[in-house]
């Protein structure tokens, strides 16, 4: 062994690993191992070893000079030993499945490849709990709008105009430089770096070093682009406008443009057909997505000078609190504007918060129209034969009338015929105007008919060929029926019962198979059809990664291109220039346009940022047999992998856009940082505020240190899913240690998307999570095992969980049902520590609830007590805790944060209060520290002791109350209005961080 170079040594440890963990597998199970299996993967590697020793004789010792992270070979590696592993990698991963007598393919492929490998399985064995987030419209979004209209029903516009009112004239510009007093910087990531690692591969989750970005929900490009000269526009989902002028030429050098902007939630770039320069672009705010945190916007912006300044925000009284997806300009006609918008929310908070935009009192969502540069707008259409019949209510919404609940999210101009408009609407198919919009008849049908399912989105193209217009039509809901794409030769004439051809087939051996299922069971979310102008063949589709399906047929199939006009289709995920760890897209799609020269070369954007191709494509076939796949399955992934990108490219440097929920700060070093991200996890910096890099993979909720050791980290996946590290944030550490939280009995406690969840700052090893109730361990969840055992059991990539990983146990009396009072159905929202002493706790509620505990630290857990103080004489207001902030040097001492809206607590109102507790009396006084803050939900607090400043984060940035006054002001200069889901105070160096859900990590220094 001594004498082998990296790839052998690791394919020789792979197969070791292989026949223990399959040994394992079969003793848990009681199940027989398949020798046949095991006995042809291990005599394929020794022939595969043997060859490639020969083939390369010297070659193996040979100096090289790849790229090495952590001492793993990240350089290309040789054909033959890349399939191999990708064989091995494959058995190792059906180690519960194919390999054991009894097992079904199904079983082989279960899991989540977003989570690590042992955890997927692990999951997936919890009663009631898949594996699979929770996200989408039907459960966190509900969540959100729950918290932000507590105790009310619903959220008047007033309150939402208000808010936006209360953060006007508060901000500044894009701060960057080193980080003098009283000045917001950016703290990056400009680098967010995935490294290269053999835990990733082409079978699950961004398989080589890839340089991320945030969701990019939507991208236009000039149509002069060339060489040199290339102008590409992007718009993050929470992180504004950004330009570069040289798309086309190695590492853009990206420009940051609309820090003008009202918010920066955007899903719409339109550039005018009617200006040859291409600098004269037209963007609708808000994120027409449908996700819980696609946020609501305030109006349509426009620029003629490249981004450099505009006009607007541009019909704000039928677009705010709405989010414009699409924008059409008349060619000829550059005052008459297409905009079609659909619902949105407000107050993304680190734990939860936000709102469905169903706004008594708001504009309708649906397509609307100017003709005077948009300086006024009609209502022209929903979903709807007239829209007279839409009403834009609560009964709209929940699917009760003709109109789409969810509003218009794409619409487009005949090539042909400008006068000929058509229109996608959620749940209500394609419909056509042949008048500039004045009547309307719908000419496809949509996917799914039914008042329950309000999610189904179809998105359209057009193109012309031979004279007439071709349309495509990529539609999908949540699930069954299967999204599917669409095409018509005539799109003028075409009705629901003619002249569509479909293009996809739920059969391997049907090469239209390419389409099938696409966007999986998110298509409300991840969705688009586009084909080039001048190439009506040429179309591509993008959704979701089809993870795992049957044989690995393809490489997800993340997007996918035909240029026969959907007949075939190539898989475009993941490039050909390795087997088991290429470049490849980052999950979830949104949008994608090619160059003006060249319809092969693309630009591709989803929630890890933007993507390129290079126009030039390699057959990749060969990885297809090395999966072990034969019949229609092979020759379909033959098919699939015969010409995809010789290369995909990151364009992400210095594209600073990650969606963080929060940000934790190591105790021993102010410049060590963790934050989780939206889809794309965890991140870690050393104090480089440029570079960070993703320690683990998946959505990203909470994340911490330990007081005393500082080799220790946490963090979360989305729900009550925390994980603990004792390496320092190295991605093979991660241990789970969240199964009280789903196994314990009697207590599948209600939780919030992301739970509140801490290290104790005295304490070593102690940590307290809030769900129904809140829960300790003073192990860091390891119990009673050692380190060594622990990881054996519970490491997230290779263990075994032969037993309970966590030692959680909740707060409190037994027997008692949800927070701490015992109200069923709710659940923390925040949990607290006090850092003057080892006692206090203070926890909060969606509903309102505030406790205190002087005994946090007592055994038995049983024993620990808590005195409601929300119920003390005085103001609290009874809505959404978003945090809590307990004065260091005072443990009976706090700042309390609201969400929701004052018009819905009239005799109660205020987003921020000081809290005094009496332990002598058991008493608390409050009082009200709003003064002018307005009516807008503040997601989050601290306290600047030296001072006696408060600071409070919201939808529009960061606000300070001066001690002594009673007027709050923006907080500093430097950053935009994006929103803000939490702040994190450092008291030792007086630092103040932000976590943008868009923009990255912020910092300012207070002292």
């Known amino acids: 062994m001594a004498g082998e170079t990296k790839p052998y040594r690791f394919l020789l440890r792979m197969s070791d690993e292989l026949r223990r963990r399959l040994a394992d597998s079969a003793e848990r199970s009681g199940k027989s191992l398949n020798r046949e299996i095991v006995d042809r993967l291990e005599a394929s590697l020794s022939e595969h070893v043997v060859a490639e020793r020969e083939a390369n004789g010297a070659m193996a010792a040979r100096p090289r000079r790849p790229s090495q992270i952590g001492g793993v070979m990240t350089g290309r590696r040789r054909h033959g030993i890349a399939a191999l592993a990708v064989a091995l990698v494959a058995a190792i991963a059906a180690i519960a499945g194919l390999a054991l007598s009894g097992s079904s393919a199904s079983e082989a492929v279960a899991g989540d490849p977003e989570f690590p490998t042992a955890l997927s399985q692990h999951l997936r064995s919890i009663p009631g709990n898949g594996g699979e987030p929770k996200e989408g419209p039907g459960s966190y979004e509900e969540q959100q709008f729950t918290a932000l209209a507590y105790p009310a029903a619903d959220i008047p516009q007033a309150a939402l105009a208000g808010a936006k009112s209360a953060a006007a004239g508060k901000k500044g510009k894009f701060g960057t430089g080193k980080g003098q007093k009283g000045q917001w910087i950016s703290v990056g990531p400009t680098e967010a770096l995935y490294p290269a690692t053999e835990l990733r591969n082409s079978f699950s989750y961004v398989p080589n070093a890839y340089v991320a970005g945030g969701r990019t929900t939507v991208l236009a490009i000039a149509p002069t682009c060339k060489p040199g000269q290339c102008r590409l526009w992007a718009a993050a989902a929470g992180g504004g406008i950004w330009t570069t002028k040289n798309a086309l030429n190695g590492q853009p050098s990206w420009d940051f443009v609309s820090g003008a902007f009202g918010i920066q939630a955007v899903s719409s770039i339109t550039v005018d057909p009617n200006d040859p320069s291409g600098d004269t672009a037209w963007v609708g705010t808000g994120e027409a997505n449908a996700s819980g945190d696609s946020a609501a916007g305030v109006g349509v912006y426009k620029t003629t000078n490249g981004g450099a300044t505009w006009s607007g925000p541009l019909g704000a009284s039928v677009f705010n609190s709405r989010a414009v997806g699409s924008i059409a300009v008349v060619p000829g006609s550059p005052n008459t504007i297409y905009a079609a918008s659909t619902r949105g929310v407000r107050g993304v908070a680190s734990v939860s918060g ?45 699917n009760g009338t003709p109109c789409s609940p969810r509003g218009v999210r794409r619409v487009v101009l005949d090539p042909l015929n400008s006068n000929i408009v058509y229109a996608g609407s959620y749940a209500r198919g394609v419909w056509k105007s042949t008048d500039a919009g004045t009547s309307w008849t719908q000419i496809h049908s ?442 260091p040097a005072d443990a009976n001492h706090a700042w309390i944060s609201y969400m929701g809206f004052d018009l819905s607590t009239p005799a109660t109102p205020g987003h921020i209060f000081e809290v005094r507790y009496n332990p002598a009396t058991g008493q608390s006084t409050w009082t009200n520290r709003s003064y002018n803050f307005g009516d807008l939900p503040a997601t989050d607090i601290a306290y600047d002791a030296p001072s006696g400043d408060l600071y409070a984060s919201t939808d529009f940035g960061v606000f300070r109350l001066e001690s002594g006054t009673t007027t709050w002001t923006d907080a500093a200069p430097g950053m935009p209005n994006v929103e803000v889901a939490g702040l994190t105070y450092v008291g030792k160096d007086r630092i103040l961080y932000a976590a943008t859900h868009g923009l990255g990590a912020w910092r300012l220094n207070l002292g």
């Not at 948009?374 to 209510?393: E, L, R």
């Open 446 to 887: 949509p996917l799914v008919s039914s008042a329950a399912v309000t999610t189904a989105r179809p998105e359209i193209a057009v193109n012309v060929k031979s004279g007439k217009t071709v349309m495509y039509i990529a539609e999908g809901a949540s699930g069954a029926p299967t999204a599917r794409v669409f095409r018509t030769d005539d799109a003028q004439t075409a009705t629901p019962a003619s002249g569509w051809s479909d293009l996809t087939s739920s059969s391997p051996a049907d090469p239209k198979y390419g389409t099938f299922a696409y966007c999986t069971a998110q298509c409300w979310y991840d969705n688009f059809v586009y084909t080039p102008k001048g190439s009506p063949d040429v179309v591509y589709v993008g959704g979701s990664y089809s993870y795992n399906e049957t044989g690995n047929i393809s490489n997800g199939r993340g997007v996918v291109l035909s240029r026969d006009g959907g007949q075939t289709w190539n898989d475009m995920t993941m490039d050909g220039t390795d087997f088991l760890h290429p470049n490849g897209l980052h999950p979830d799609q949104h949008f994608l346009v090619t160059n003006p020269s060249n319809p092969l070369q693309f630009f591709e954007s989803n929630d890890g940022g933007i993507m390129r191709s290079s126009g030039d494509y390699t057959d990749a076939s060969q990885f297809c047999a090395p999966r072990g796949i034969t019949g229609t399955t092979l020759a379909r992934c033959q098919q699939l992998l015969s010409s995809v990108p010789t290369k995909l490219e990151s364009l992400n440097k210095g594209y600073p856009t990650l969606q963080f929920q929060s940000l934790s700060v190591s105790p021993f070093n102010s410049n060590l940082l963790q934050g989780g991200t939206q889809d794309n996890g965890t991140w870690q910096t050393q104090g480089n505020p440029s570079k960070w890099e993703n320690t683990m993979i998946g959505d990203g909720g909470q994340s911490g240190f330990d007081a005393k050791d500082p080799s220790f980290r946490f963090h979360t996946f989305f729900d009550a899913q925390p994980d603990v590290n004792f390496s320092g944030g190295a991605m093979a550490d991660w241990n789970w240690i969240g199964d009280p939280f789903f196994i314990t009995p009697g207590l599948q406690e209600p939780r919030s998307f992301y739970i509140p969840i801490i290290s104790d700052p005295v304490e070593t090893g102690w940590m307290f999570a809030g769900l129904g109730h809140v829960w300790r361990t003073k192990t860091h969840g390891m119990g009673a095992m050692t380190l060594a055992e622990f990881r054996q059991h519970c490491n997230e990539w290779t263990g075994d969980f032969a037993v309970q990983c966590g030692d959680w146990v909740p707060l409190g009396p037994a027997g008692t049902a949800g927070f701490i009072s015992g109200t069923a159905g709710v659940y923390a929202t925040a949990a607290e520590r006090a850092p003057s002493d080892s006692s206090t706790l203070w926890a909060a509620a969606q509903n309102g609830r505030v406790v205190i505990s002087k005994n946090a630290a007592a055994e038995p857990a049983g024993s620990v007590s808590f005195t409601r103080l929300d119920d003390d004489p005085g103001n609290a207001p009874g809505r959404f805790v978003s945090s809590i902030f307990i004065d």
């Open 354 to 398: 936000g709102g469905v935009s169903i706004i008594p009192g708001a504009p309708q969502w649906g397509l609307y129209k100017s003709t005077n540069g948009g300086a006024s707008w009609t209502f022209i259409h929903n979903g709807a034969a007239t829209p007279g019949v839409c009403t834009g209510d609560t009964l709209e919404a929940t």
